[in-house]
């Protein structure tokens, strides 16, 4: 038999099948009216620690009902949602068995090993979370081999892309014996990496090899030692693009750089080659610009940046050339360019010449607005952003403004219900041919056409009650001006609302009837609520640590309410910002489905609890010091820090004991009570103060950029003597013991890029201390403070600083004194740079002299070298005022200076050199200042 008689022996076949035994059809899933399912089983097979409710997590899952008809959908659903969620390592069903039209379904389940923590073995110079975000597998999470062998080749490939030459990864779990859960141990056996053996450049003239080499990164890790020399290719592509932008920069706009890069994996050499061609130099020219100077055109001037491929740059720059000759008003600008080969120079020097025509510039005379019979003229001008000469406006026309008017007019029209209205313009000018400036009258026409309102508004709806409620919630309403536009607003509107009460899956569409005059609009918002959706249970997974009653505490919606979509946001975010967890996964199944009721599913991924920080170094406020901090963040589970630290350095020692909460109650404030014990000796001062404190302070963010504080302090405080000067009887109160309530309010603003390095926005604080004296009326004073910063990037590489200062200690009550403690000090790396710690004033015998007012105030210039350094120019001016005891000059003083930074991924290193502007003879010419970070 051949294939052809088989095929149609086949074809009869499947016919015979079809007629002769009839098959009931399907279409879609099945509901079953006729088959109930009088029980659905649930059993967990396995599953590590009996604090997870397997069952309950399951049943969110499972959209089979017990007492309602049986669905093939709804089983398909089921099982899609058990896959989906990763938590059960197997999923078995048993049944649907009927039996008088009733039967039962089995769903047997065994959950993935969760894991209890993650030890990650020879991962330097990895970071833990570097190797960490390119897994699958988490704290917390279930355990899957066939996840661990797919996060073993995505560790190899980290460590492939970070010069490793073939990098091992063995994933390992074991189970802990107490909980159940699993330690998980990844192992990587990096092995050798690959060094730079050697880099050749060719094809460069301008620059040297050497110069070349110094700016590659690449290269210069390759001299350092150990692991840190190891080539990275990335690394080298970076510096290649660098290169690329160097040569752009001197005008090598048509550069071509290209690389080789050949590797010997047994001895692990890597042998790079750059081969450039430079191609010509070019010089930018202009001529025929009166308004911008050589240097604002040149900003304009892409070939610096992006090269001139296909001769795209030069067009972009001529485009942008052109754009601001328009901003400023002239209208009939015309650039052109020419390439020109400079004589004299060979092929290698040529010149781009931009031969600009500004024409004539386009100043507004008038602005004339005719067909407005139903607005106002100075109305509609209110709405424009093109205004006459004046004070505060040169009257230039921009068409792009022009165009911008002419659209909000429309607007201002369509508001009030005008909603065929149209505006065109019209240019008129009288020209001053001596000045090249023409003044320009604008023609704007308006044609009305009629008013449209609002007859009616209805929201129909067949089930849900929000006809009242909606009515009022819509901007839409009747008598207004009939805006089409706000329809679509107020169709989300709607949508809001009803998601707010308990129907996520609704849809709203707006309609609109005209009478036939065509002035009267009736507007009607039809909902389709879809199935009412109520909130359910709150299951959680991976905290090992933390209570649940922690996470389902920033739960704003409770089992059985309404569910709400904001609500669930807001849930999100309070989970979120639990410090205790690295990452926070929420699931909420049976809302993509539709269903009636809705759970939670929260996966956490818990932080070390535990932690140890250590400091040390040497700076010109503290001199050498050394400060470690023990702590947990997560204490008893109830997301509450506490933590001891103490510090040590040459002008005394601190010690704390503290515990903060992250949100007080309800309320979205953090609480921390302390208690400290300090004794310090600060530079150039003639006494010490030892304080004994305990405080209770509260913190809360608001808006965006806003941060205030409160602090009510009680503090046990004595000053001592640090020489033998005799007292007076008066001074002497101050060396006493006394006790003092403070309260310290704060209010900062923030809008900085960075806290380690501020290149652009603005930092300022005002703060308020109210001290009263228990056993004394020394410390009955208010102390005021204001200091406000502000950063400025003009260049990449140059960075503007400013700051003001001021502070007043004002004394209330029987005695008008304050104790030395409380002045304000100004001198040092912190403020007046140049001048010695606190030393600003002085006395005869050489002691620190402080003020009841403080007035202070930098600039500073930040220019970034390359290579992660950073050179600083400064100049520092303050001045303290009401010194008591002090008869001197409270003149300002002055200091200037230059620094040098080196900058690292926590901040920077710095050696400052301060100089007196007003030296006094008896005084250095300045001072050296090593500090860590910036003094602002």
Not at 85 to 96: D, N, T, W
Not at 182 to 196: A, P, Q, T
Not at 261 to 269: A, F, I, L, M, P
Not at 389 to 396: Q, V
Request: with cysteine; aromatic share 12%.
């Amino acid at each position: 038999m051949d294939k052809k008689q088989i095929r149609q022996m086949s074809l009869i076949f499947c016919f015979c099948l079809v007629f002769i035994f009839p098959v009931k059809g399907f279409s879609g899933y099945g509901i079953h009216d006729e088959q109930i399912v009088s029980r659905v089983e649930i059993k967990i097979k396995g599953g590590a620690g009996n604090e997870i409710d397997w069952a309950g997590i399951a049943q969110t899952m499972i959209f089979i009902r017990q007492g309602e008809p049986f669905s093939d959908k709804s089983l398909y659903e089921s099982v899609a949602a058990l896959k989906k969620s990763h938590f059960f390592e197997k999923i078995k069903i048993i049944g649907p068995v009927f039996k008088d039209h009733k039967g039962s379904i089995s769903f047997h389940l065994t959950p993935f090993s969760l894991i209890k923590k993650i030890k990650i073995v020879g991962g330097v110079p990895l970071l833990k979370r570097e190797i960490m975000a390119v897994m699958k597998l988490f704290a917390g999470g279930g355990f899957s081999k066939k996840q661990a062998v797919a996060d073993e080749n995505f560790i190899a490939e980290l460590f492939r892309e970070q010069g490793y030459i073939s990098p091992k990864v063995n994933i390992s779990a074991a189970k802990d014996s107490i909980c159940g859960w699993v330690n998980m141990v990844v192992n990587i056996d990096k092995g050798s990496f690959y060094r730079i053996k050697s880099l050749r450049i060719s094809g460069n003239r301008v620059f040297s090899d050497q110069r070349l080499k110094v700016g590659s990164s690449a290269w210069r890790s390759s001299l350092l030692f150990g692991e840190i020399k190891r080539f990275r290719e990335k690394k080298f592509k970076k510096d290649l693009d660098k290169l690329l932008m160097l040569y752009r920069h001197k005008g090598y706009f048509e550069v071509k750089v290209d690389s080789k890069v050949e590797k010997n994996s047994k001895t692990g050499h890597v042998y790079l080659f750059i081969i450039i061609d430079e191609g010509p130099k070019y010089q930018i020219l202009f001529k025929g610009n009166r308004e911008f100077m050589d240097f604002t055109l040149k900003k304009e001037v892409v070939l610096f940046k992006d090269g001139n491929p296909g001769g795209l740059g030069l067009r972009k720059s001529i485009r942008k050339i052109k754009h601001r000759y328009l901003k400023k008003g002239f209208l009939d600008i015309r650039v052109a360019s020419k390439v020109v080969i400079k004589e004299g120079a060979g092929k290698n020097l040529r010149q781009i010449r931009f031969a600009i025509d500004e024409g004539a510039e386009y100043i507004l005379d008038s602005i004339t607005i005719m067909g407005n019979h139903r607005v106002e003229a100075e109305e509609i001008k209110g709405q424009m952003l093109m205004k006459m000469p004046g004070l505060f406006s040169k009257g230039l026309l921009d068409n792009e403004i022009l165009e911008e008017d002419l659209g909000a007019i429309t607007s201002l029209y369509l508001k009030k219900g005008y909603t065929s209205a149209s505006v065109t313009h019209h240019l008129t000018w009288r020209e001053d041919a001596k000045n090249r400036k023409r003044f320009v009258n604008v023609a704007l026409n308006i044609k009305e056409e009629r008013k449209v309102m609002v007859s009616s508004v209805r929201i129909k709806c067949s089930t849900c009650r929000v006809e009242e409620e909606g009515l009022s919630a819509v901007a839409l309403k009747k008598n207004d001006p009939f805006r089409r536009y706000m329809m679509l607003s107020d169709e989300n509107v709607l949508l809001v609302l009803l998601s707010e009460k308990g129907y996520p899956h609704a849809k709203v569409k707006g309609r609109v009837t005209m009478d036939k005059t065509g002035s009267l609009a009736a507007v009607i918002y039809e909902i389709t609520p879809g199935p009412f959706v109520s909130m359910g249970e709150v299951f959680c997974k991976g905290n090992l640590l933390t209570k649940e009653r922690v996470i389902k505490y920033g739960v704003e919606l409770n089992p059985g309410e309404a569910f709400s979509l904001s609500k669930i946001l807001a849930s999100q975010q309070n989970i979120r910002n639990i410090n205790t967890f690295d990452s926070v996964r929420f699931k909420l199944p049976g809302l993509a489905e539709k269903k009636e009721n809705v759970n939670m599913l929260v996966e956490v991924e818990e932080k070390k609890p535990y932690y140890i920080r250590v400091q040390g170094g040497y700076d010109t406020k503290r001199l050498s010091y050394g400060h470690t901090r023990l702590g947990c963040r997560n204490f008893f589970g109830l997301n509450k820090e506490v933590w001891t630290s103490f510090e040590l350095s040459e002008i005394g020692y601190r010690s704390d004991v503290g515990i903060r909460e992250p949100r007080l109650f309800i309320f979205p404030v953090s609480s921390t009570l302390k208690i400290s014990f300090e004794e310090q000796e600060e530079l150039n001062k003639d006494f010490g103060t030892r304080t004994f404190a305990g405080s209770l302070g509260f913190s809360h963010s608001f808006f965006k950029n806003y941060r205030a504080k409160l602090a009510l302090n009680y503090e046990r405080q004595k000053q001592f003597q640090r020489t033998g000067t005799l007292l007076s009887s008066e001074e002497k109160r101050g060396f006493k013991p006394r006790s003092i309530l403070v309260t310290r309010s704060l209010l900062t603003y923030n809008s900085t890029d960075s806290f380690f390095r501020p290149r652009k926005g603005i930092y300022s604080s005002l703060s308020l201390d109210i001290s009263r004296g228990i056993d004394n009326s020394l410390d009955n004073f208010f102390k005021y403070r204001f200091e406000v910063r502000k950063f400025y990037t003009f260049f990449s590489n140059l960075t503007f600083g400013l700051r003001g200062r001021a502070g007043f200690v004002d004394s209330f009550g029987k005695v008008d004194g304050v104790p030395d403690g409380q002045l304000f000090f100004l001198g040092g790396a912190s403020d007046m740079r140049g001048f010695d710690e606190n030393m600003l004033m002085f006395d005869s015998a050489g002691n620190a002299v402080g003020g009841r007012t403080e007035l202070l105030g930098s600039i500073e210039a930040r220019i970034y070298l390359g290579l992660n350094f950073e050179i600083t120019m400064f100049y520092d001016t303050g001045s303290l005022r009401n010194t008591p005891d002090y008869s001197g000059s409270h003149r300002f003083r002055s200091s200037t200076g230059l620094g040098m930074h080196y900058i690292t991924p926590a901040g920077s290193l710095g050696v400052i050199y301060g100089y007196k502007l007003d030296r006094k003879d008896y005084e250095d010419r300045g001072r050296f200042h090593f500090v860590l970070g910036y003094t602002f």
